[in-house]
């Protein structure tokens, strides 16, 4: 597909906060097919909304709400029949337009309510391919009265009684600038799940903690392949399976308090 070709009834939204460094790709991938792309700042202090606006986009201001409110704030200003939902950090992979293009020109679309994409993980320079995190499922193309549940962290889609499909297009995931952030990232995710789960009345064993961790361990490094993306997606697993440890270990220390 060219530039030249006509925009697809989908409205491209994004959330984002200092994101100028990779907002711009993710608004060009979106503009190549959306017919409008609408990205919902939080306050950045950087060239975020410049940098969106440069590669295509509407930006509009919005204090942060939490990531479930937040999402569901910029898919209420869609104009399109179908919302296609990304990350900032996110971005349309080859040949996603053309199999979008595909799904909306056939009528195909019609026959669910929700899309799912595949997920690919990139890790400081390694794409990883195996371990669960080559092709994770997401739901990203859907009807816009649609609406995230409420959720400090690992939002998703309020599903009930909807039709779900999936589509092959892929989603290219870039998740993390250094090994630091991530780290500090992993740690803020440990921190939110944990006070949600409690809020639910969730509770952990002493060896909760432990025995996730090394379950997560075993099924994604090892049985699912993840090894077999090299030595930097050991360092990946390895986050993955502290954060896994850190969230029960604060679930426990939350219901012991």
């Known amino acids: 597909m060219t530039d030249a070709a006509p925009r697809l009834p ?3 939204l994004v959330i984002a906060m200092n994101e100028g460094d990779r907002i711009g ?3 060009a991938s979106l503009a190549k097919v ?3 792309v609408i990205v919902l700042d939080s306050g950045s202090t950087d060239d975020t909304a410049s940098q969106a606006q440069a590669a295509g986009a509407i930006v509009r201001q919005q ?3 939490g990531f479930s409110e937040q999402k569901n704030a910029v898919i209420a200003q869609a104009n399109q029949p179908w919302a296609l939902l990304l990350d900032a950090d996110e971005w349309l992979g080859e040949g996603a337009a053309e199999a979008l293009r595909e799904l909306l020109a056939t009528g195909a679309v019609e026959r669910a309510d929700v899309w799912k994409l595949a997920r690919r993980t990139h890790f400081l320079g390694t ?3 195996h371990g669960g995190w080559g092709r994770e499922p997401v739901e ?3 009807r816009p009265n649609l609406r995230y549940l409420p959720a400090q962290v690992h939002e998703r889609l309020d599903l009930r009684g909807c039709r779900v499909a999936s589509v092959r297009a892929r989603i290219e995931h870039d998740t993390a600038r250094s090994l630091a952030e991530y780290r500090a990232k992993l740690a803020r995710y440990a921190g939110l799940w944990a006070q949600q789960k409690h809020a639910e009345g969730r509770r952990a064993g002493v060896l909760a903690a432990p025995l996730h961790a090394a379950v997560h361990w075993l099924r994604n490094y090892v049985l699912r392949g993840g090894f077999l993306d090299g030595g930097t997606a050991w360092t990946y697993h390895a986050c993955h399976t502290r954060y896994v440890h ?3 270990r604060a679930l426990r220390a939350l219901q012991r308090q």
Do not use: I, M, N, P
């Open 10 to 12: 989908l409205s491209g």
């Open 25 to 27: 790709r993710c608004v």
């Open 34 to 36: 959306c017919a409008e």
């Open 63 to 65: 204090d942060w709400l």
């Open 127 to 129: 794409v990883l391919d």
């Open 140 to 142: 990203r193309l859907f």
């Open 246 to 248: 850190a969230k029960y």
